[in-house]
């Protein structure tokens, strides 16, 4: 089945109240189109990254209380897990749709990581488009639009990342729901590759990969 796309409908799952009514609505129209992004798009991200990219999509499935407020499909090298890794993500929440390449506070690897930005601090300031957004924190749904961020800044962002534990860094793109919509389904799918081909020399940073 291909990728119709996101509508008014997918986004307002999150102003449903109660977890297993937000969690049936969002297995029922989120879901399946998570999973049909992410068989999309893992060759792709498997060519650019010269990694094979295996599927996951979130199932929420330790939350007993409060009902998810995004949720989205990752991709890493790794068929068990991605948390651990440096990854890549397609999410939404009520307001935009994400595009990010992620490492977060799991990732055992994370201070040798964190190295090899700092040792390439400026070229990737000066790459990454300045309508490019960074997060700190991937369960809030605030960003920092690239153009706000001096060399200095990015490389504190990096440092922070090595020395701080629960630190986390992603880099990608954001949308508002309102651009999705318009945008359809082959034009989202246009501008989610033209993140990916943005953010993958990030990942092979991250990986040492030349």
Wanted: charged share 25%; hydrophobic share 40%.
């Amino acid at each position: 089945m291909e990728f119709s796309g996101f509508t008014n409908e997918d986004f307002d799952v999150f102003l449903i109240d109660g977890l297993e009514a937000r969690m049936e609505a969002l297995k029922n129209t989120i879901r399946p189109k998570l999973e049909q992004l992410g068989e999309y798009f893992a060759p792709t991200l498997s060519a650019l990254s010269g990694d094979e990219m295996f599927v996951h999509v979130a199932k929420h499935a330790r939350r007993t209380i409060n009902p998810p407020k995004d949720t989205w499909v990752a991709f890493a090298s790794n068929p068990r897990g991605y948390k651990m890794l440096p990854h890549f993500q397609i999410g939404l929440w009520n307001t935009h749709l994400f595009v990010w390449f992620a490492v977060i506070y799991e990732a055992p690897q994370k201070e040798l990581m964190a190295e090899r930005f700092i040792k390439k601090a400026a070229k990737i300031h000066k790459e990454i488009p300045k309508e490019f957004s960074w997060s700190l924190d991937h369960t809030k749904p605030e960003t920092i639009k690239h153009e706000q961020l001096s060399k200095t800044d990015l490389l504190a962002q990096f440092e922070r990342l090595k020395t701080i534990k629960k630190a986390e860094l992603l880099c990608g793109f954001t949308m508002d729901r309102n651009k999705v919509i318009e945008l359809g389904s082959q034009g989202l799918l246009t501008e989610i590759e033209s993140v990916f081909n943005t953010v993958t020399p990030l990942y092979k940073i991250a990986q040492n990969i030349k």
